[in-house]
């Protein structure tokens, strides 16, 4: 942990711990609308049920406390370009967070990873900024864009973080996937045609897992007061 004034390149992706909050949000909206609907409506083989429009509102108070917790958090990364090293900002309300993420010397070089996307009706291609690590680990570090304006994003987004930090940029190629092996103590990288269903893998460097743990804790707390409150 350090000063909270960090002054650097701003990377502000979507982060696991903002994705968490706003999927939790939707989630937890659903299921009240749903209980609320059985509740008031009933089911199709089933008669209204007046004893869940309790639960029914208080999921929707949780809702709207989860969207909240998403509208006043507040994560992103800075790269340093004097010390060659990034640091992770935490902020929710008044509470500050900045502590050291890595440092040049923990990584090999930055990339650009994609994968093919589709729905129903279509197919694209997605491409988002990696930093490979010292093991060859691949941590996600941009949000991804789409097509090939996406992937001359992500290589100018990649070539700026890697001259911050000194390290060698592997740029992505159209419809390509990144390889990335260790042979003998050497990262070596490859470009593939990419598959259907390739993507970016999660990483274990995530600084952001015990913030996640501590608002499910929060959530469970405030789900158990409901109930509670709710059979009072």
Known sequence: MRDQEVSGYKVDLDTPLEKFLSGGALFVFFIGL?????GYLGGKHSPPSPGLVPYGFGL??????????????DCYYVV??????????????????VELFKR????EMVAVQGRLKHSKHSRWYQYGVVLIDNRGEQIPFSDE???DEGLYQANELAETI?????????????????????????????????PDGFGLEPSENNPEIPTILG????????????????SM
């Not at 040049?104 to 990584?107: A, E, G, I, K, Q």
């Not at 890697?162 to 070596?188: A, D, F, Y």
């Not at 158990?224 to 709710?230: D, G, K, M, P, R």
């Open 34 to 38: 749903f209980v609320l609907k059985e």
């Open 60 to 73: 929707m108070v949780a809702t709207i406390v989860i969207g909240l917790c998403r509208f006043l958090t």
């Open 80 to 97: 340093v370009d004097d010390e060659q090293a990034i640091y992770y900002r935490f902020k929710f309300i008044f509470y500050e967070q």
């Open 104 to 107: 040049s010397t923990d990584l």
């Open 145 to 147: 864009f789409r097509h």
């Open 162 to 194: 890697g001259k911050s930090l000194g390290l060698p940029v592997v740029c992505g190629q159209s419809e390509h996937r990144l390889l990335v092996g260790k042979e003998r103590g050497v990262i070596e990288v490859t470009q593939k045609a990419a």
């Open 215 to 230: 608002f499910i804790f929060i959530f469970i707390a405030i789900g158990v007061f409901i109930l509670l409150f709710s």
